[in-house]
T-cell receptor
């Protein structure tokens, strides 16, 4: 069955520092991949998505993610973190690879130090 | 404005007292879904609906019911709530369950406490 692993439960970075959140998936072929962000007290908002093509995808709020087939990874990055980026981040993949219900990772909570 | 609206946002209730959490979307989406979010467990799907009158169980359906009589509404019903259903609930919708061009939109969440 499809699965998504986010190895880091909680990460703290200083404002202005770079960020990388890890996501690994299990699927035989190349799946569609998503990153969502949940700000405190809010619902989930789509940050970016990967369907095919260029393995480096750009999203909103200055985030990007890189798909690496050899590592079954889709890590989220941001060069310079802002205090407003403090939130919980979820990686997700459709259970059928390209369609079906979304399978979510357990999330990584990001804290930002001033 | 495209929206998924859940009500209520916060609810405290007692064991056994039936409750309904409403979800409505204004995007004419076919697919709707309910999740619960618990610390350390991420989001788990409760039920989903591919279209009107078509519903199916997700990963954690026990203790919940849903209905989809109209395209825009997908209420979540707890017939006899128990404390282990204390959680944060999210409703979501997308154009269809095919992902080629479809993004899932989420409501703001309903925080439920069952005493």
């Amino acid at each position: 069955a499809q699965s998504v692993t986010q190895p880091d439960i909680h990460i703290t970075v200083s404002e202005g520092a770079s960020l990388e959140l890890r996501c690994n998936y299990s699927y035989g072929a190349t799946p569609y991949l998503f990153w969502y962000v949940q700000s405190p007290g809010q619902g989930l908002q789509l940050l970016l998505k990967y369907f095919s093509g260029d393995t480096l995808v750009q999203g909103i709020k200055g985030f990007e993610a890189e798909f690496k087939r050899s590592q079954s990874s889709f890590n989220l990055r941001k060069p310079s973190v802002h205090w407003s980026d403090a939130a919980e981040y979820f990686c997700a993949v459709p259970e059928g690879g390209s369609q079906g219900n979304l399978i979510f990772g357990k999330g990584t909570k990001l804290s930002v130090k001033p | 404005e495209a929206q998924v609206t859940q009500n209520p946002r916060y609810l405290i209730t007692v064991t056994g007292k039936k409750l309904t959490v409403t979800c409505s979307q204004n995007m004419n989406h076919e697919y709707m879904s309910w999740y619960r979010q618990d610390p350390g467990l991420g989001l788990r799907q409760i039920y989903y609906s591919m279209n009107v009158e078509v519903t199916d169980k997700g990963d954690v359906p026990e203790g919940y019911k849903v209905s989809r009589k109209e395209k825009r509404n997908f209420p979540l019903i707890l017939e006899s709530p128990s404390p282990n259903q204390t959680s944060l609930y999210f409703c979501a919708s997308s154009l269809s369950a095919g992902w080629a061009k479809n993004i899932q939109y989420f409501g703001a969440g309903t925080r439920l406490s069952v005493l």
